[in-house]
């Protein structure tokens, strides 16, 4: 499967912060179960948005990496909001008020057994000092590349291998693979990231799909 690449990643206990530090979360299972780059417009807006409102910068392409959903929230738990692009948005994007980063991400076809990352949005712990996630769990695919547009910059050569590069989600190889990744969690010891989302607030942006968000102008909602 894609995992194989990922055996090396040190599979013990990660921890995940916003930029800021305040808010610090746990993840039970420190070996992604897949990370790929995603071009597409939701991704990309939410992080715009992020941004505008003080987030960090927006990669050019992001990097997502998707993890076993058991989590325990160290510290932080009130400054987390839970983001909706627009009201049928089907993602659900933990978004940090003190500094907007994005931390866990939530998305049905995920069935519960996984959650994502943006790489770039918040600070995940490296499986090994000093060396870049980059190297140690690298991209295994990039996807939605019909929807890149060069006025986001100068798109960056994919590393891995050239035919994992797919205009949109689902190419026959990984077809089904949501649903067929484990669709257990082995021994959890906290907490879904649903539960979670049962008690932080929810705020529904109302983008419109693919608008770019260049300045807070561009966001009908902001934050309270
Ligand atoms: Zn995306
Ligand atoms: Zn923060």
């Not at 998707?66 to 160290?74: A, G, H, M, P």
């Not at 994007?93 to 076809?109: I, K």
């Not at 949109?168 to 082995?186: A, D, F, M, Q």
Request: aromatic letters at 8%; glycine letters at 8%; hydrophobic letters at 30%.
């Amino acid at each position: 499967m894609f995992d194989k690449i990922y055996d090396n990643c040190d599979p013990t206990e990660k921890e995940i912060s916003c930029q800021c530090g305040e808010v610090l979360i746990k993840m039970s299972h420190g070996r992604p179960r897949r990370v790929m780059e995603c071009c597409c417009v939701d991704c990309y807006q939410h992080l715009e948005w992020a941004s505008v409102m003080g987030g960090p910068k927006v990669p050019i392409v992001p990097t997502l990496s998707y993890w076993d959903n058991d989590i325990d929230v160290v510290r932080g738990e009130e400054h987390l909001r839970v983001v909706l692009l627009r009201e049928d948005g089907r993602s659900k994007r933990t978004t940090a008020t003190c500094c907007f980063s994005t931390l866990m991400v939530d998305h049905p076809g995920y069935n519960g057994v996984m959650f994502m990352l943006f790489e770039e949005a918040c600070r995940i712990q490296d499986d090994v000092p000093d060396v870049p996630p980059t190297k140690t769990r690298p991209a295994e695919s990039r996807i939605y590349f019909k929807d890149f547009d060069t006025s986001r910059g100068k798109l960056p050569e994919f590393g891995g291998d050239p035919s994992r590069v797919h205009q949109t989600c689902c190419p026959k190889y990984i077809n089904g693979w949501n649903s067929k990744s484990s669709p257990t969690l082995e021994n959890p010891s906290g907490e879904k990231i649903q539960s979670l989302f049962e008690r932080i607030p929810q705020m529904i942006l109302g983008l419109e799909e693919g608008k770019r968000i260049l300045s807070r102008s561009d966001c009908p909602v902001g934050f309270e």
